[in-house]
C-alpha cells in the first residue's frame, strides 16, 4: 500500500492553478479528476471551472452517449444526433447538456464543450485528435 500512495504521487497532485499552468506552459498533459471538494458543485461545474481557470481551450465531457442528441435516443427512436450547435441552441431546446452553472460558466467564458461517449471504444483519441466524434456545443 505505501509503494501504490508512493507512486500515486508522482502522478497526481491537488489543484493549485498556478502548478497545472505551469506543466502546460512544460508541454505536459493537465488532467483534472473528481469535484471542487464543494458540496452542490457537480463534477461538470469543477470541469468548467478548472477549465475557465487555466485558459483551456475546450472541456471534454464523456458521458453515456455519443453526443447531444434532439431526445433521449433510449427513449426516443427518432432522435438525432447533432454533431454541433451553439449554447443558445442548447438552451432554447431544453437540451440538458450538463448542470446550468457548468453549462452558464462555459458559455459566458467562450469555452466550447465536446460531448462523446466514455464507453466508445477509441473516441477520446478520435476527439483529441480533431476527427468528427460526438457533439460540438459553442457560441
Not at 15 to 38: M, P
Not at 52 to 58: D, F, L, S
Not at 74 to 81: E, G, I, S, V
Not at 92 to 109: E, P, V
Given at each position: 500500500?505505501?509503494q501504490?500512495?508512493?507512486?500515486m504521487?508522482?502522478?497526481a497532485?491537488?489543484?493549485?492553478r498556478r502548478r497545472?499552468?505551469?506543466?502546460l506552459e512544460?508541454?505536459?498533459?493537465?488532467?483534472f479528476?473528481?469535484?471542487t471538494?464543494n458540496?452542490?458543485?457537480t463534477?461538470?461545474t469543477?470541469?468548467?471551472?478548472?477549465g475557465a481557470?487555466?485558459?483551456?481551450?475546450?472541456?471534454l465531457?464523456?458521458?453515456k452517449?455519443?453526443g447531444?442528441?434532439?431526445?433521449d435516443?433510449?427513449k426516443?427512436?427518432n432522435?438525432?444526433r447533432?454533431?454541433?450547435?451553439t449554447?443558445?441552441?442548447?438552451?432554447s431546446?431544453?437540451l440538458?447538456?450538463m448542470?446550468?452553472?457548468?453549462f452558464?460558466?462555459?458559455?459566458?467564458?467562450?469555452?466550447?464543450?465536446?460531448?462523446f461517449?466514455i464507453?466508445k471504444?477509441?473516441a477520446?483519441?478520435r476527439?483529441v485528435m480533431g476527427?468528427?466524434?460526438?457533439?460540438?456545443?459553442?457560441?
Amino acid at each position: 500500500r505505501l509503494q501504490s500512495a508512493i507512486e500515486m504521487k508522482e502522478i497526481a497532485e491537488p489543484f493549485v492553478r498556478r502548478r497545472a499552468v505551469r506543466h502546460l506552459e512544460k508541454g505536459r498533459v493537465v488532467i483534472f479528476g473528481a469535484g471542487t471538494g464543494n458540496p452542490f458543485f457537480t463534477t461538470d461545474t469543477a470541469a468548467a471551472l478548472r477549465g475557465a481557470e487555466i485558459g483551456a481551450e475546450i472541456v471534454l465531457k464523456a458521458t453515456k452517449v455519443d453526443g447531444v442528441y434532439s431526445a433521449d435516443p433510449k427513449k426516443d427512436p427518432n432522435a438525432t444526433r447533432y454533431s454541433h450547435l451553439t449554447f443558445d441552441e442548447a438552451m432554447s431546446n431544453n437540451l440538458g447538456i450538463m448542470d446550468a452553472a457548468a453549462f452558464a460558466l462555459c458559455r459566458d467564458q467562450n469555452l466550447p464543450i465536446k460531448v462523446f461517449s466514455i464507453f466508445k471504444l477509441g473516441a477520446l483519441k478520435r476527439v483529441v485528435m480533431g476527427e468528427d466524434e460526438g457533439t460540438l456545443v459553442h457560441l
